[in-house]
Nanobody
Framework: QVQLEESGGGLVQAGGSLRLSCAASGRTFSSLSMGWFRQAPGREREFVAAIGRNSGRTRYEDSVKGRFIISRDNAKNTVYLQMNSLKPEDTAVYYC??????????????????WGQGTQVTVSS
């Protein structure tokens, strides 16, 4: 079982930046595929970004391309989501997810076996 703990959420004005972190434990981090999802009030959880085991493969949801960057530091067992040019529609609870296998689509929540508790991101206009 992988344990995940997100941090870095908060309140920011539109156009600002935040960096989310997700620390993983319980498995060899370099063997995990990692993803970020988000859920806004009244909406389904949606894919944001994912990164493969060796960082060579990434995928982004269309609305965050060019604004968000996913990265990982295997030495620190941590995955990051750098969020720039934030918009009010980015407001959501952001969840970190892990998979102990190579992902097929990278964007389907069903591919991930472990989830964090989430961190709130609020973007004011």
């Amino acid at each position: 079982q992988v344990q995940l703990e997100e941090s870095g959420g908060g309140l920011v004005q539109a156009g600002g930046s935040l960096r989310l972190s997700c620390a993983a434990s319980g498995r060899t981090f370099s063997s995990l595929s990692m993803g970020w999802f988000r859920q806004a009030p009244g909406r389904e959880r949606e894919f944001v970004a994912a990164i493969g085991r060796n960082s060579g493969r990434t995928r982004y949801e269309d609305s965050v391309k060019g604004r968000f960057i996913i990265s990982r530091d295997n030495a620190k067992n941590t995955v990051y989501l750098q969020m720039n040019s934030l918009k009010p529609e980015d407001t959501a609870v952001y969840y970190c997810a892990a998979a102990e296998w190579v992902l097929a689509t990278m964007s389907a929540s069903s591919e991930y076996g472990s989830w964090g508790q989430g961190t709130q991101v609020t973007v004011s206009s």
